[in-house]
């Protein structure tokens, strides 16, 4: 069946169109066509404001849809249009072609309804409510966490497959709203062993990005900064700057980084009493900055492993992009048992994206068994759970 997913539940606008097939164990997609706009205009403010990235989603949207409907050549009244428009192509072929095209058209929408920015959320929805009326097609509500989980299978061009996925697995999903430790025992079926009690980890390397001055999104601008630092030797700066690794010893699987990102401004104001704050300093507080996030999430991502003794490991979301935190789970991973496996998303799939809402749409079918209420009764649910 071919799915056309939508995106909208922060600042990415993202459609795409997956051809979907098999059962869960064997599930099999090829992308036919996928798009992003990635909003630029907040990193001027330094943050994403919900009302004008509601407003871009609606411009965006329209745009998507017709980009990838062309891509994947399924649009018929273009179709159409170029069968009356001139041109060197033969007439009758060019029926035929406009014929098949609309042979294969889409069989059901996904649209992210929560957790998210509920005007951001609502746009999607709309869009899709529309659609659906228009193509007499079902939509399927996506969860956008479980997106990210599932996003680790796939790739944003060809084809590709589940592998053999042995449950539970442990997922650490880890984006701008989320910190969070996710048995999944099944598909479809959740337990979250821990969670952030405040700042997601995203939002704490964006505020702290922010302090040192550097633009929205923060992570991957302080993460350029920590690797500066830690190629250079860090026995080499004058300053020795330590900040505490927060809920290490904490008993139970739950994060905290709002103490972290305190301790950096405070550190901050302290060592611009005596002098500026020059480039060498930020990258060093950058740097010690991401080790105590970094060592923070692959302790509790032991702790959860050998606890609930699993040996398949999810990274996902926006922050699974860190390449300090991916060296360090491999190497987490490579201490444990053998067996162990470690899957984290393409960089293109780690950051929001509609692909995994159309993987995460596929599984939500095939539980349902394609049952669908009614498309204009979904709702947007900004702390939906998993
Ligand atoms: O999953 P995502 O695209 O959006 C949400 O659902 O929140 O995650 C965005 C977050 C932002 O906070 C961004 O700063 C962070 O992921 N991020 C990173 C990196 N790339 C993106 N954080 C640390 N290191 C990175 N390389
Ligand atoms: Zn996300």
Redesign the pocket.
Known sequence: MKILSIET??D?TGISILEAKGSTENASFNVLADSLISQDIHSAYGGVFPMMAKREHIKNLPILLDKVLRYAGFSLERSLAQVDAPSRENFQQKIIRAESEAKSRIDAIAVTYGP?LEPCLWTGIVFAQELSKKWNVPVIPTN?MEG?IFSVFGKNKGEFKFPKIVFPVLTLL?????TELVLVKDFGKYKILGKTLDD????A??KV?RMLGLP?????A??RLASQARKLKIKDYELEIILPRPMLYSKNLNFSFSGLKTAVLYLIKKIQKTKELDEETKSQIALEF?NAVVETLVHKTKKAMEEYKVSTLIVA???A???H?RNEMKKLTKLMDNDTKLFFPTPEL???NALMIGIAGYLQFLKKKGKFGRASSIKAKGDLAL
């Open positions: 539940s922060c990415d998210g956008h990210h880890v984006s701008g709203g989320h997601a980890a995203g939002e390397y964006d990005a929205y999104p923060g992570g991957p302080l993460s991401e979301g926006g922050v992009a860190n390449k935190l780690s950051r929001d």
